[in-house]
């Protein structure tokens, strides 16, 4: 089993507290979704949970930052996601309320992307 195979199956086994959690390849990675929509990101080995304004200051403190690769035209950040401190895996509880607060970013995003455009459903 490929070392990010094994990653993914660790993290769904985690998660499973959480409710249901599935896991799509995508981007050369891996995303993690809940009811459909996607609060975590496994890429190069290391898991990035999305962020909003509710739980963004917990990453700062936690000396982490958002996703970034390089491009042709210089680095590119992702601001909506940010890495997962590696010690939060050592311990269940927390990672889980992590997952959660990502899983409640996520919906939050999809609900103003919903109100964002005039009322219209996008």
């Known amino acids: 089993m490929r070392e990010a195979d094994k990653l993914t199956s ?3 086994e985690m998660l499973f507290p959480v409710g249901p959690v ?3 390849r995508m981007f050369g990675g891996v995303g993690l979704f809940h009811r459909g929509k996607m609060f975590g990101l496994i890429l190069r080995e290391e898991l ?4 909003g304004d509710g739980n963004r200051a917990a ?3 936690a000396g982490e930052a958002p996703f970034s690769y390089e491009t042709k035209k210089g680095v590119h950040t992702l601001h909506s996601y940010w890495r997962c401190p590696p010690d939060l895996l050592d311990d269940s509880e927390t990672f889980q309320a992590w997952a959660r607060a990502a899983i409640e970013a996520a919906a939050a995003a999809a609900a103003g992307k919903r109100s964002g455009a005039g009322g219209r459903v996008v």
Request: proline share 0%.
């Open 10 to 12: 660790y993290l769904l």
């Open 59 to 61: 990453y700062e403190a």
């Open 22 to 24: 599935s896991a799509r």
């Open 48 to 51: 990035y949970f999305k962020v």
